[in-house]
């Protein structure tokens, strides 16, 4: 008797574990099938939009796959048809001669340390300037600003003649001093000043208001309301003045003469052999070594980037 109540009571327990039908003649299974038909929707755009953002990034992502690849491969390969996505014999004798034809280790301390340096300068200079612009009322305030933002459509192309007349009467050819003092006070400043101005415009007055009853000046409302605040915007502001001036060419090529004193821009045009025939995979191991880093940075601090460019057109 025990055995045949076991197995009467098995079905039923089966039966209350399976869920029980759909009716779309009912109230709750038409709207449980609207429900999954929403959703099957919702994942089909999803396939469908990633699968064209992954189509659309092929042109941007394959030239600097094909470079990595290249840098790896013997100049005999790099031409081969039909191309190949990977080298079939990596090696590394493109980097290896990177240092040994120029002095690559010195012109990439150049690069990183000016770069450095006139992106601390910009920030500091924009953010000054800029809040200058937005919080503190002068006669001829605006007029002063669309002179600065002037600035902006003047191409560095015309003023680098007098600029080295300037600076070889002073002595400063052959020097880092034209590149630091140029970047530095140049277009990329005027940009970073346009950005920190419409980021402190946002900010609201009762913070200021509040900082002054507690006795702090303007420069302390600067340093210590303002900058915390404008974290993002200086992001923003970091980033494309580091990279503007990482890929700098022009100044560089007319300002500096010696190759312990080139920027890693223009030390890859020096690769060439004694007929003056570009040596590809030398110049791509320097190229991939020159590009990696900026775009492991870009990549890491992209949203501090977006936001900072969002948050300054805020307001007008």
């Given at each position: 008797?025990?055995t045949?109540s076991?197995?009467?009571?098995r079905?039923?327990?089966?039966?209350r574990?399976?869920?029980p039908?759909?009716?779309?003649?009912?109230?709750?299974?038409?709207?449980?099938i609207?429900?999954?038909s929403?959703n099957?929707?919702?994942?089909?755009?999803?396939?469908?939009?990633?699968?064209?953002?992954?189509?659309m990034?092929?042109?941007?992502?394959?030239p600097t796959?094909?470079?990595?690849?290249?840098?790896?491969k013997?100049?005999?390969e790099?031409f081969a048809?039909?191309?190949?996505?990977?080298?079939t014999?990596?090696?590394l004798?493109?980097y290896a001669?990177?240092?040994?034809?120029?002095?690559?280790?010195?012109q990439y301390f150049n690069?990183?340390?000016i770069?450095?340096?006139?992106t601390?300068?910009t920030?500091?200079?924009?953010?000054?300037a800029?809040y200058a612009f937005?919080?503190?009322r002068?006669p001829?305030?605006n007029?002063?600003?669309?002179?600065?933002?002037?600035?902006?459509?003047i191409?560095?192309e015309?003023?680098?003649v007098?600029?080295?007349?300037i600076?070889?009467?002073?002595?400063l050819?052959n020097t880092?001093?034209p590149?630091?003092?140029v970047?530095?006070f140049?277009?990329?400043?005027?940009l970073?000043?346009?950005i920190?101005?419409?980021?402190f415009?946002?900010?609201p007055?009762?913070l200021?208001?509040?900082?002054?009853?507690?006795?702090l000046?303007r420069?302390?409302?600067?340093?210590?309301?303002?900058?915390?605040?404008?974290g993002s915007?200086?992001a923003?502001?970091?980033?494309?003045?580091?990279?503007?001036?990482w890929?700098?060419?022009?100044?560089p090529?007319?300002?500096?003469?010696?190759p312990e004193?080139?920027t890693?821009?223009?030390a890859?045009?020096?690769?060439?052999?004694?007929?003056?025939?570009?040596?590809?995979?030398?110049?791509?191991?320097?190229?991939?070594?020159?590009a990696?880093?900026?775009l492991v940075v870009?990549v890491l601090?992209?949203k501090?980037?977006v936001e900072?460019?969002?948050?300054?057109?805020l307001k007008g």
């Amino acid at each position: 008797m025990r055995t045949d109540s076991a197995t009467e009571t098995r079905p039923a327990r089966t039966r209350r574990a399976v869920a029980p039908a759909l009716d779309p003649h009912t109230l709750e299974g038409r709207a449980a099938i609207a429900k999954k038909s929403k959703n099957r929707a919702r994942t089909a755009r999803r396939v469908i939009f990633y699968l064209a953002l992954a189509v659309m990034s092929i042109p941007f992502v394959m030239p600097t796959w094909w470079m990595i690849t290249s840098s790896l491969k013997p100049i005999s390969e790099i031409f081969a048809f039909p191309p190949t996505l990977w080298p079939t014999n990596p090696t590394l004798d493109g980097y290896a001669k990177a240092f040994e034809m120029q002095p690559f280790a010195q012109q990439y301390f150049n690069s990183l340390y000016i770069s450095v340096l006139v992106t601390a300068g910009t920030m500091l200079i924009a953010s000054l300037a800029g809040y200058a612009f937005a919080r503190i009322r002068f006669p001829g305030q605006n007029a002063l600003f669309m002179i600065v933002l002037v600035g902006l459509l003047i191409p560095s192309e015309v003023t680098i003649v007098p600029l080295f007349q300037i600076f070889n009467a002073m002595g400063l050819i052959n020097t880092h001093w034209p590149i630091l003092l140029v970047s530095t006070f140049g277009a990329p400043s005027v940009l970073a000043t346009f950005i920190m101005r419409q980021f402190f415009i946002s900010l609201p007055i009762e913070l200021e208001e509040a900082a002054r009853l507690d006795g702090l000046g303007r420069l302390q409302i600067w340093w210590r309301i303002a900058m915390p605040l404008a974290g993002s915007a200086l992001a923003a502001v970091g980033i494309f003045t580091f990279l503007h001036i990482w890929n700098l060419y022009l100044e560089p090529t007319v300002y500096l003469q010696s190759p312990e004193l080139f920027t890693l821009p223009q030390a890859l045009t020096r690769y060439t052999d004694a007929y003056g025939g570009q040596l590809w995979n030398v110049q791509l191991a320097a190229a991939t070594m020159t590009a990696l880093p900026v775009l492991v940075v870009f990549v890491l601090a992209q949203k501090q980037f977006v936001e900072g460019l969002a948050q300054s057109g805020l307001k007008g």
